[in-house]
């Protein structure tokens, strides 16, 4: 199945216990109001915070516990998780949901419940960090060959999946280059190998890209950056079909709970996921636009930017390109420097999704544990720089960020930061 951008394809019924919402309803009326419950505590609107890590047995406990009406214990079930939970489900279009105490206890509960000794995995380009060392580092010792494809290959699906490959995992768009990968190409070669197809939707969100309406098997999210989307949250999700999700819920979920006020206020960020989402687009397009006519840049990294095949991939897969735009400065570290120091309203720091702009230098933070090799194939260079935006107004995000631009003097030798 493929998507057309602009239409909403999450057109899920809410799961049972959940008022019902029609199937017709844009984003942000489904996020407002799909995961209202009539039972909730005293009538109240908004949802409880139920804090409690274990439940009164009712009276008739085992007939409740046999339809699975109850509740046992929080690290399985909470009904304060269950919110975020069923709205993300919604949103990204799948039967079943798992949300995780971090985006990396989702990754590597769902990794590793998947893979057995003898199976690879294949790695597409431009990975998160931890998830590169989740794959590099650690899946060997238990037997799991992991190939990682760059450059051309990551665009030839059909010439890279093989026989032992169990799973595929793709982030589309990278973090911190931007690049697209063709999901549904993935997804289909997948299809024909038996393979799994794995898609981080991090930097897309539910906003702008449906991996599941693409032909992905599963996807995870770091539910920290835009969906918490202020910086005071972290969080992970996982959704897919039942019977997949279902083999990293049952037995191997790791014990990576997401503990039920984290949930609350997850809940309530997602009410202005739309939103929020909507004014980044904007503004990664506007300073995208703005800093590509600058003298001081380089190249500018933004979805669909890196070559024809890429825009066409990304105008087709996406509905918004994002808010995260990376420049490689000509300057290299000395002007990196300077561009931070001038910033006013973009903060330097790691991470990216929140309300408030962030700049981050990825080989010091993200991508700080690839050897100086890992990070020259990948493509990150020391003139880079990643910008990840808030809600902040748009032209108020171009002006601080060219006037920073402005501020580089291609001459002098700044002390780094
Ligand atoms: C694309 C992507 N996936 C996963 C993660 C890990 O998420 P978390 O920090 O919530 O564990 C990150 C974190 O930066 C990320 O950028």
């Given at each position: 199945m493929t998507s057309t951008p602009g239409e909403p394809e999450a057109t899920v019924a809410p799961k049972k216990g959940f008022d019902p919402i029609p199937s017709w309803v844009g984003p942000t009326t489904r996020l407002v109001h799909g995961a209202r419950r009539p039972d909730w505590n005293a009538g109240s609107v908004v949802?409880?915070?139920?804090?409690?890590s274990t439940y009164h047995f009712p009276s008739e406990?085992?007939?409740?516990?046999?339809?699975?009406?109850?509740?046992?214990?929080?690290?399985?079930?909470?009904?304060?998780?269950?919110?975020?939970?069923?709205?993300?489900?919604?949103?990204?279009?799948?039967?079943?949901?798992?949300?995780?105490?971090?985006?990396?206890?989702?990754?590597?509960?769902?990794?590793?419940s998947l893979v057995q000794p003898g199976d690879e995995v294949v790695a597409v380009g431009g990975l998160y960090g931890g998830t590169t060392d989740l794959l590099s580092e650690l899946?060997?010792?238990?037997?799991?060959?992991?190939?990682?494809v760059r450059?051309?290959?990551?665009?030839?699906?059909e010439a890279v999946l093989g026989n032992p490959t169990?799973?595929?995992?793709?982030?589309?768009?990278?973090?911190?280059?931007?690049?697209?990968?063709?999901i549904a190409r993935w997804a289909a070669t997948c299809d024909r190998t038996s393979a799994m197809l794995l898609?981080?939707?991090?930097?897309?969100?539910?906003?702008?890209?449906?991996?599941?309406?693409?032909?992905?098997?599963?996807?995870?999210?770091?539910?920290?950056?835009?969906?918490?989307?202020?910086?005071?949250?972290?969080?992970?999700?996982?959704?897919?079909?039942?019977?997949?999700?279902?083999?990293?819920?049952?037995?191997f979920y790791f014990g990576a709970t997401l503990d039920p006020f984290a949930a609350y206020l997850l809940g309530r960020s997602l009410k202005t996921l739309a939103l929020r989402v909507e004014r980044q687009n904007a503004s990664g397009a506007r300073?995208?636009?703005?800093?590509?006519?600058?003298?001081?840049?380089?190249?500018?990294?933004?979805?669909?930017?890196?070559?024809?095949?890429?825009?066409?991939?990304?105008?087709?897969?996406?509905?918004?390109?994002?808010?995260?735009?990376?420049?490689?400065?000509?300057?290299?570290?000395?002007?990196?420097?300077?561009?931070?120091r001038s910033l006013r309203f973009v903060h330097v720091a790691s991470s990216l999704g929140g309300v408030e702009s962030l700049a981050c230098v990825p080989r010091l933070t993200s991508h700080r544990h690839l050897s100086e090799e890992e990070?020259?194939?990948?493509?990150?260079?020391?003139?880079?720089?990643r910008l990840a935006f808030g809600i902040e107004d748009s032209a108020d995000l171009v002006r601080d960020v060219t006037e920073a631009l402005d501020s580089i003097d291609t001459h002098s030798k700044a002390a780094p930061l």
């Open positions: 949802p409880p915070i139920y804090q409690t406990y085992s007939e409740a516990a046999q339809h699975g009406n109850t509740y046992l214990y929080t690290r399985s079930d909470n009904p304060s998780v269950e919110v975020p939970a069923e709205l993300i489900r919604q949103m990204e279009g799948g039967e079943a949901v798992r949300l995780f105490a971090s985006g990396m206890g989702a990754i590597s509960a769902t990794v590793l899946l060997p010792r238990f037997g799991v060959r992991v190939r990682t450059d051309e290959a990551a665009g030839m699906p169990r799973l595929v995992l793709l982030e589309s768009p990278t973090n911190p280059l931007l690049h697209v990968h063709d898609v981080d939707n991090t930097f897309a969100t539910p906003i702008n890209q449906n991996p599941l309406a693409l032909g992905a098997d599963l996807v995870v999210e770091s539910a920290t950056k835009y969906l918490g989307g202020h910086s005071d949250l972290v969080a992970g999700a996982l959704v897919g079909p039942r019977a997949l999700v279902g083999r990293v819920d049952a037995k300073v995208a636009a703005a800093a590509s006519v600058h003298p001081a840049v380089a190249r500018v990294h933004y979805p669909g930017r890196a070559s024809d095949a890429e825009e066409e991939i990304a105008a087709r897969q996406m509905r918004g390109r994002g808010g995260v735009v990376s420049l490689s400065l000509r300057g290299g570290r000395v002007a990196v420097d300077q561009f931070l990070l020259q194939a990948t493509g990150i260079d020391d003139g880079l720089v």
